[in-house]
């Protein structure tokens, strides 16, 4: 346990929802980034709560930001934010005509810092109800319209629906890989932005190295041959702590959109 520096119990700021009490397991060094929960005290009782149970994290007003963001200090929405926003300002592009849609929006700590930088139209996407609620219940402003929908098996209306925000911008942070969104999925989405628009994403270093198995390597590797994304800056970032208190490392990446990503680029 030689890094660990967290806290047992939450100690972190104070939110606007009460102060849930959060334990970390005792033998965090046997729990690898896909099997990681931790412990919440509700009615009286320590409940055991996967971090990857995107369902019941969301359903407990506050869990989400004290747990990630208080006790294992995610940058990952700051980060891409500010990366975004360089970009934009290097290119004399008014942050106000970004037309956003945010894949994997969750409770909406992306669409916040987005409309932070200046984004006009923000449209979030995600596949379970849940983060729907909780987007609406904890940041009603953030967002001018939430989708919840599986884009790799889209309705007709749905498709027309978001064909229709005539988006020029994608965002996606911390959700691509590890049996969340999967490469067909982010083509989908990437699909749906205008040819000169941007992509911003962030994701697990190990997912763009040799070893992965996840398919992004490939994916974003052979868009950059292809000319169908051009990125502009890539950062390699502490995304969080584990649970052990040690660094989780992530890439964000800003680029821009040349072309649809074809069908063959995702097999
Ligand atoms: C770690 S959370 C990140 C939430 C938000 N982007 C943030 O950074 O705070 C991952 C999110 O991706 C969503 N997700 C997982 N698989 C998905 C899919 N196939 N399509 C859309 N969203 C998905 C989850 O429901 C969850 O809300």
Redesign the pocket.
């Known amino acids: 346990m030689a890094n660990r520096r967290l806290p047992d119990e939450n100690g972190g700021p104070s939110m606007k929802h009460n102060e849930l009490r959060i334990r970390l397991p005792d033998d965090p060094e046997r729990i690898d980034q896909d099997s990681e929960y931790c412990l919440v005290q509700l009615d009286g009782s320590w409940q055991k709560i996967r971090?990857h149970d995107?369902?019941r994290i969301?359903a407990i007003p506050g869990l989400?930001e004290q747990l990630?963001h208080d006790i294992l200090d995610?940058r990952?929405?700051d980060v891409v934010g500010k990366l975004l926003k360089e970009q934009i300002q290097r290119d004399n592009v008014v942050a106000s005509s970004l037309r956003v849609l945010?894949?994997?929006?969750?409770?909406?700590?992306?669409g916040e810092q987005l409309r932070t930088v200046g984004a006009g139209t923000l449209v979030g996407?995600?596949?379970?109800p849940?983060?729907r609620d909780a987007a609406l219940r904890d940041r009603p402003e953030v967002y001018d319209a939430y989708h919840v929908?599986?884009?790799?098996a889209l309705s007709e209306q749905d498709s027309r629906t978001l064909a229709g925000y005539g988006f020029n911008t994608l965002?996606?942070?911390?959700?691509l890989g590890y049996?969340?969104?999967?490469p067909a999925?982010f083509r989908a989405a990437y699909n749906l932005v205008s040819d000169g628009g941007w992509i911003a994403f962030?994701i697990k270093d190990r997912f763009l190295g040799d070893e992965d198995t996840s398919g992004f390597a490939r994916l974003i590797k052979r868009c950059q041959e292809a000319g169908v994304l051009e990125v502009r800056s890539s950062e390699r970032y502490r995304h969080r702590l584990n649970i052990c208190g040690e660094p989780l490392y992530y890439v964000a990446l800003v680029g821009v959109k040349h072309a649809d990503i074809p069908a063959e680029l995702v097999r």
């Open positions: 971090f995107y369902h969301f989400y990630f995610c990952s929405p945010d894949l994997g929006a969750g409770n909406g700590l992306v996407v995600d596949i379970i849940e983060a929908a599986d884009l790799t965002s996606c942070v911390a959700a049996g969340d969104i999967p999925a962030t």
